[in-house]
Structure formats: C-alpha cells, structure tokens
C-alpha cells in the first residue's frame, strides 16, 4: 500500500511553486521585459524569493521527509511564510523569516550528523550554515550580492553533498575523497574571503566551484549511467550538464572577479544558478515529487524537451551578457522561463497519470 505523504507537504509544496512563479516573474522585469508589478513586490526580491521561497522550502521539505520529525516543517513554513511577506513588501520580515528557516535547516543536520556522521552529511550541513551566514548578511542591511556567493555554496555544497551520498556504491578511494574535501575547502574559503577582499577570494572561489565540477564530472556515478535508458539516463544527462554549467560559472568568477550587478554579475550568478542548479531539478523532480506530494517515479522522453531548451537558452542569455548584446540577454532569459514552466506542466502531467 502506498504510504501518504504528511498533509503540510502539499501546501508547501505550492507556496515553493508559487515563489518560483513570482521570482521568475520579477526575473523577466529585471531583464527587463515590460510586465505589470506584483502589487509591491520590489525586483529585487527575485534571488531571495527563488533561493528562499522555492528551493529553500523544497530543500527543507526534502530533509524533513527524510528524517520525519515534524518539528522540522519548521523550515519550510518559515521558508514559504517569508516569501509571502516579500510578496507583501514586507522584506524584513521575509528576510527574518527566511534566516529562521535556515537556522532550523542547520539544526536538522545537527540531528542528521548525531544519527549518522559521515562526509556527505557534514558537507550538506556546512552548505546549511553558508546558507545561514548569506541570510544574517542580508537581515543585518548587506546587500544581495554580498549574501549571493554564501547562497550559491549553499545550493552547491547541498547537492555536491548528496551526490556524494549516492556515489557511495562506487567505494571511492582515501585520495578522491581527500580531493572532494579540498574541492568544496577551496570554494568556502574563497566566500568567506570574498566577503572582506572580495577581489582576493572570488577568484578562489571560482577555482573551488571549477575543482568540485572536474570531480563530479570525473567520479559521479552518471559517467556510467548514462549509458542505459529511460529516467536513468535522462537524470545523468542532466547531472552532466549542470557540472559544464558549474565549470563555466568557476571560469566567469575567476575572469570578471567580483561583481555587484551588470552583465558580467547576471552571467556568472545564472550559469550556477540556473545551468548547474536548475538542471538539477530537472533531473531530480521525477523522483522528489512523487515522495513530496504522493505517487510513483515518473518519467517520459518529452522531459528532453524543456531540458534542451534550459541550456541553449542559457547559452543565448550568457552569450548576450558577454557580449553585451542585450537582445540576446533578454530573450534567452525569458525563453529561461519557458523551459522553466514547460518542466513544470510536463512534470505535474506526468505525475497526475500515475496516481
């Protein structure tokens, strides 16, 4: 018999869809395409409500099923409840609620290191409380750039984290986990330098997210799976790209160093934020979705389609960036959101017909 999933996973789940649909909203203002304002949601709530209000809710989500506690919805309320008061116009509140939602994370990995210490689970611990710090910055009057590197090591160590978990079946050797600790050592070193000689440790830090992507493109078990078919090879397809996009956005920092807005800023944050992370999801929704809201794995060849257009999109809004060819920009951006929402149909469909 299939087991219900907890009766606040829905909920959340649609707050966290309905921060995504906002951020992207804000995203296409910022580009900027000429759309009505969300009453008095500000254009620069997009980064917090697409980190906090959608992936943080979905991480939290995640760790709370995972370890069934229910003080641990904490988070994700916190997370969701946040992004409606962005929503609101009320940033300080959002921006409190959002560091207690992250507070709360590090917490659950507090109990998750307790019940079982291992590399992947301090890893993903480590990117809960670079989640944190990027929040106390923001809260305490920094600007969004100032907390963008600790909330991209937060996305990146929490997924570099749990792809470790799952290569634990390859047995990797003293050595290569010696080189995944200096990896993800080099990329929090470089934040928390960038955040007091921004020019000295953005440069480091772009040589931790090109180190942490070579090893992932070197040892994820996705080398190999790529080879067979159906939702298997399509999630190691995703996984692959999102360590190019990973890569791309280390060699950007270490060019353009540390950047505050502009061109230069949009293409090195997107090409983490949206070709390494975004491709994540796309790849891991299949199976996290069902667990979140009931069903079984979904998978269908058509998921190929909004994954490809993520990626030449990408490709055109980073090229327009470089180049400073604001045309491309924009239209790889909105055609950003496309492939965004058209995963998102096709994913629900895919879902709804096995239940």
Do not use: K
Not at 270 to 278: K, M, Q, R, W, Y
Not at 301 to 325: E, K, N, Q
């Amino acid at each position: 018999m299939q087991r219900q999933p907890p009766p606040l996973n829905r909920p959340l789940m649609l707050l966290a869809i309905l921060s995504l649909l906002a951020g992207m909203w804000l995203g296409l203002m910022r580009l900027p395409w000429s759309l009505p304002a969300l009453g008095p949601l500000g254009a620069l709530a997009h980064g917090p409500l697409m980190v906090a209000g959608f992936l943080g809710t979905l991480i939290g989500i995640e760790r709370a099923i995972a370890l069934r506690r229910a003080w641990m919805y904490l988070g994700p309320l916190s997370t969701a409840l946040g992004a409606i008061l962005l929503a609101a116009g009320q940033t300080q509140g959002g921006a409190v609620l959002t560091t207690l939602g992250s507070a709360t994370l590090v917490a659950i990995f507090a109990v998750a290191l307790r019940m079982h210490w291992a590399l992947h689970t301090v890893t993903m611990a480590v990117g809960a409380v670079a989640w944190l710090v990027g929040n106390l910055l923001w809260l305490t009057g920094g600007t969004i750039s100032s907390a963008a590197l600790w909330w991209a090591g937060f996305l990146v160590l929490t997924i570099g984290g749990e792809r470790l978990e799952l290569n634990r079946v390859l047995r990797l050797s003293p050595l290569v986990r010696g080189l995944f600790i200096a990896s993800i050592s080099l990329l929090l070193g470089g934040i928390a330098a960038a955040s007091f000689y921004p020019a000295a440790g953005a440069p480091v830090a772009g040589a931790g997210l090109i180190a942490l992507g070579l090893w992932l493109l070197r040892t994820d078990v996705a080398r190999h799976t790529i080879l067979q078919s159906g939702l298997t090879r399509f999630i190691a397809v995703c996984l692959l790209a999102g360590y190019a996009w990973l890569l791309i956005g280390g060699a950007l920092l270490i060019a353009f160093g540390p950047q505050t807005a502009g061109l230069r800023y949009d293409a090195m944050l997107h090409a983490v934020f949206v070709g390494f992370v975004l491709s994540m999801i796309f790849g891991h929704a299949p199976l996290i979705l069902p667990a979140v809201v009931g069903g079984e794995q979904v998978y269908h060849p058509r998921f190929y389609a909004h994954l490809a257009l993520l990626h030449i999109s990408l490709i055109v809004r980073v090229a327009g960036d470089l180049l400073a060819v604001i045309a491309l920009r924009r239209w790889g951006g909105l055609i950003n959101v496309i492939a965004v929402l058209i995963f998102m149909a096709s994913t629900a469909s895919a879902v709804l017909r096995r239940q």
